[in-house]
C-alpha cells in the first residue's frame, strides 16, 4: 500500500503563504483522485482539495479562491500551494487517496499555525 510523507507545514502570519507537498513511497498514476485534508485540534479531519489524474480539481468553500492542488505523476507528488492563510486554517495537513481514502496510508502529516 503506497505510504504519503508530507512537509512544508510551519509557522505563518494571518495573509501569508505556504507550500505544502507530499511525496508517495510509489506510484500514484493508478490513483484517480488525490486529496489534502486537514485535522484542526478538537475538530474531525476534512478533505480540503482534491484532483483528479486529468486535473479535475474540487475545494470546500472555506478554502476556495485561496488554496490550489496540484500533482506530479512522474515524481509520485502531490502540492498544496495555500494562500491568504487565516488563523483557522490551523490544522495538521495529510495527504492520501481521495473518494474515499485509504485507511493504512496516512502519513504523519504537516502542521500548519497560522498566527500573527
Known amino acids: 500500500q503506497v505510504q504519503f510523507v508530507e512537509s ?10 505556504l507550500r505544502l507537498s507530499c511525496a508517495a ?3 500514484i498514476f493508478n490513483i484517480n ?13 476534512e478533505l480540503v482539495a482534491a484532483i483528479t489524474n486529468g486535473g479535475r480539481t474540487n475545494y470546500p468553500e472555506s478554502v476556495k479562491g485561496r488554496f490550489t492542488i496540484s ?3 512522474a515524481k509520485n507528488t502531490v502540492y498544496l500551494r495555500m494562500n ?3 488563523p483557522e486554517d490551523t490544522a495538521v495537513y495529510y495527504c492520501n487517496r481521495a473518494y474515499p481514502p485509504a485507511a493504512g496510508s496516512w502519513g504523519q502529516g504537516t502542521r ?3 498566527s500573527s
Not at 8 to 17: E, I, M
Not at 33 to 40: C, F, K, N, P, V
Open 8 to 17: 512544508g507545514g510551519g509557522l505563518v502570519q494571518p495573509g501569508g503563504s
Open 25 to 27: 513511497s510509489g506510484s
Open 71 to 73: 500533482r506530479d505523476n
Open 84 to 86: 491568504s492563510l487565516k
Open 33 to 45: 483522485t488525490m486529496g489534502w485534508y486537514r485535522q484542526a485540534p478538537g475538530k474531525q479531519r
Open 112 to 114: 500548519v499555525f497560522v
